[in-house]
């Protein structure tokens, strides 16, 4: 969906003073990359036996995690507003998800309703 980059543009636009200037090294886009899968991997805990409040708790702790090693190996700052980018987004894609999946449910019932007659 573009999580990864959509997070990656907005971390460029809030630290960096003169976007005009901005150089992106390879080895950024390929951290953000790497990283930006990882935590789309960690939606296996949701595929688990655990509750869904164990899942969302360690799929936010590892989100986070990943995030901070991405700033680290970046050498980009962490501060109050990459925090603030960190949270809204995290809030943002959730509620997408949940729009998006329950859109996908009325459809499905739609669907087995008419089948059903």
Same mark, same amino acid.
């Given at each position: 969906?573009?999580?990864?980059?959509?997070? $990656?543009?907005?971390?460029?636009?809030?630290? $960096? %003073?003169?976007?005009?200037?901005?150089?992106?090294?390879?080895?950024?886009?390929?951290?953000?990359?790497?990283?930006?899968?990882?935590?789309?991997?960690? @939606?296996?805990?949701?595929?688990? %036996?655990?509750? $869904?409040?164990?899942? +969302?708790?360690?799929?936010? =702790?590892? *989100?986070? @995690?990943?995030? @901070?090693?991405? +700033?680290?190996? #970046? #050498?980009?700052?962490? #501060?109050?507003?990459? &925090? &603030? =980018?960190?949270?809204?987004? $995290?809030?943002? !894609?959730?509620? !997408?998800?949940?729009? *998006?999946? %329950?859109?996908? =449910?009325?459809? =499905?019932?739609?669907?087995?309703?008419?089948?059903?007659?």
């Amino acid at each position: 969906m573009g999580f990864g980059a959509t997070i $990656y543009l907005l971390i460029l636009g809030v630290t $960096y %003073e003169n976007i005009g200037d901005l150089r992106v090294p390879l080895k950024s886009v390929f951290i953000v990359f790497l990283c930006s899968g990882l935590i789309g991997e960690l @939606s296996f805990l949701f595929d688990t %036996e655990l509750s $869904y409040f164990l899942a +969302m708790t360690l799929h936010l =702790i590892g *989100t986070f @995690s990943l995030f @901070s090693i991405m +700033m680290l190996l #970046n #050498n980009w700052p962490i #501060n109050i507003w990459t &925090l &603030l =980018i960190f949270i809204f987004s $995290y809030v943002v !894609i959730w509620i !997408i998800i949940k729009v *998006t999946q %329950e859109k996908d =449910i009325r459809r =499905i019932n739609q669907q087995i309703k008419k089948r059903n007659g």
